[in-house]
């Protein structure tokens, strides 16, 4: 898979809004090369779960539609300075991959 992912997370009162950027190709499997006439094969992630402090706070299932290089923004409610943020991914052909950041 490409190479891991951004994350900022910063509090807002109890409220921490963490923003992610994953850097990923997004292949949906339906365009052509250009070159050959050939489909590209579909290259995409379609699962991500983010932990606060280990917790579940977020999974989700994605699929082709998204785009490349795909931007994630969300909000815990509850959270502290130094709460530790962990987002995982998976795409289709099973690579991993993760990042995370410390609420500041």
Do not use: Y
């Not at 951004?6 to 950027?21: F, S, Y």
Request: no cysteine.
């Amino acid at each position: 898979m490409a190479e891991g992912m951004k994350i900022r997370a910063t509090l807002q009162g109890d409220v921490a809004d963490v923003k992610a950027l994953m850097n990923h190709i997004m292949e949906t499997g339906l365009r052509k090369d250009a070159k050959t006439g050939q489909l590209i094969p579909a290259h995409f992630i379609n699962h991500v779960v983010a932990t606060l402090n280990g917790k579940t706070v977020l999974e989700a299932q994605w699929g082709a539609a998204i785009s490349k290089n795909p931007f994630l923004g969300f909000k815990i409610k509850g959270a502290k300075a130094g709460d530790k943020i962990v987002i995982n991914a998976v795409d289709n052909k099973g690579e991993k991959m993760s990042g995370e950041a410390a609420i500041a």
